[in-house]
T-cell receptor
């Protein structure tokens, strides 16, 4: 089955700096890669996703890149703000066929 | 609310009790999931229902028993739990399996 590894487990950045979180996956059949943000005491929320036919996707300060050959994908947050502080999870699936498998999460702290 | 409602929000139960967690979605989604979130294993898949049929049981102990009477409702029946079962239990749904989850707010379970 699919295995998703996520690094780093914790990340601290200064406000205004960029943050990068990286994930690798094992199943070459996976074709859907979402990222979720979970604030303290709240539910995970989808912030961006990418499919295997696309190499990069951007939404304002958030971008995701995918390298299918290397089986890794990354989340990039630019101009970080204190409200970006949360736990971020990456995930992978074969859309329509298998459930999402999540990474172990990255706790991001943005220091004002 | 997100469209996925979980009740109760908090539950304290003894090891000999029987209780049930409820999840309800009116998003027209066809797949529903139970995930266990704890410090040791964040977002651990438990059960998957696709069009009311259970398609995955991720080696979950029999003291957890799922039920999906229709596409909008999902239950998790609990009996003779152990203290290590204390965790946040998250329900999610999606239009098709493994794609674009919407999470509920979770049930914080404490087994005493």
């Amino acid at each position: 089955g699919e295995n998703v590894e996520q690094h780093p487990s914790t990340l601290s950045v200064q406000e205004g700096d960029s943050a990068v979180i990286k994930c690798t996956y094992s199943d070459s059949a996976s074709n859907y890669f979402p990222w979720y943000k979970q604030e303290l005491g709240k539910r995970p929320q989808l912030i961006i996703d990418i499919r295997s036919n696309v190499g990069e996707k951007k939404d304002q300060r958030i971008a995701v890149t995918l390298n299918k050959t290397a089986k890794h994908f990354s989340l990039h947050i630019t101009e970080t703000q204190p409200e970006d502080s949360a736990v971020y999870f990456c995930a992978a699936s074969n859309s329509g066929n298998t459930p999402l498998v999540f990474g172990k999460g990255t706790r991001l702290s943005v220091i004002a | 609310e997100t469209g996925v409602t979980q009740t109760p929000r908090h539950l304290v139960m003894g090891m000999t009790n029987k209780k049930s967690l409820k999840c309800e979605q009116h998003l027209g989604h066809n797949a529903m999931y139970w995930y266990k979130q704890s410090a040791k294993k964040p977002l651990e898949l438990m059960f998957v229902y696709n069009f009311k049929e259970q398609t995955e049981n991720n080696s979950v102990p029999s003291r957890f028993s799922p039920e999906c009477p229709n596409s909008s409702h999902l239950f998790l029946h609990l009996h003779t739990l152990q203290p290590e079962d204390s965790a946040l239990y998250l329900c999610a749904s999606s239009h098709k399996q493994g794609n674009g989850y919407t999470f509920g707010s979770g049930t914080r379970l404490t087994v005493v």
